[in-house]
C-alpha cells in the first residue's frame, strides 16, 4: 500500500516539486526582508551554487518563546506550522551512547524553528 502511494507521487513529481516551489517563492517573497528587518526572524538562506528542491519553508524565531507564541498565533488562525525536529543527541541512545558532547547549533534550531506548510 506504502509502495502504491509513493509510485504515485513519483508519477506527478514535477507538479508536486512545481507546487512547492511556487508556494515556496510565495512565502519568500512575502516574508523576505519583512521579517527579518521588523522581527528578527531569520529566513531560509538557498547559496548560489545550490539548487533550491523548496520541499521546506521554515522561521527561525529568536527564542524559543518567540517560535511557541507564533506556532500558536498560526494555529489559532488555522494555520499548521510546527516545530521541525528533535536532535539527535537528545535521544535515548546518544544519551546511552554518547559522549556528552555539546551541539549547540542544533539545540538551538531545534529550539527556534518552525515549518510553514507546503500544500495549496
Not at 65 to 92: C, G, W
Not at 95 to 102: F, L, N, S
Request: aromatic share 16%; net charge negative.
Amino acid at each position: 500500500m506504502i509502495a502504491a502511494f509513493l509510485y504515485a507521487q513519483l508519477e506527478n513529481l514535477e507538479d508536486i516539486q512545481s507546487e512547492q516551489r511556487e508556494l515556496w517563492g510565495r512565502y519568500d517573497g512575502s516574508f523576505r526582508n519583512q521579517l527579518d528587518r521588523n522581527y528578527g526572524v531569520s529566513l531560509p538562506k538557498v547559496s548560489p551554487f545550490a539548487t533550491n528542491n523548496a520541499n521546506m519553508y521554515y522561521l527561525v524565531c529568536a527564542s524559543p518563546k518567540e517560535r511557541d507564541d507564533l506556532i500558536a498565533y498560526l494555529q489559532a488562525e488555522d494555520i499548521m506550522a510546527v516545530f521541525h525536529y528533535l536532535p539527535l543527541h537528545t535521544s535515548n541512545f546518544y544519551q546511552k551512547e554518547g559522549k556528552g558532547a555539546a551541539f549547540i547549533q542544533a539545540d538551538y534550531y531545534s529550539d527556534c524553528l518552525l515549518r510553514l506548510p507546503l500544500f495549496l
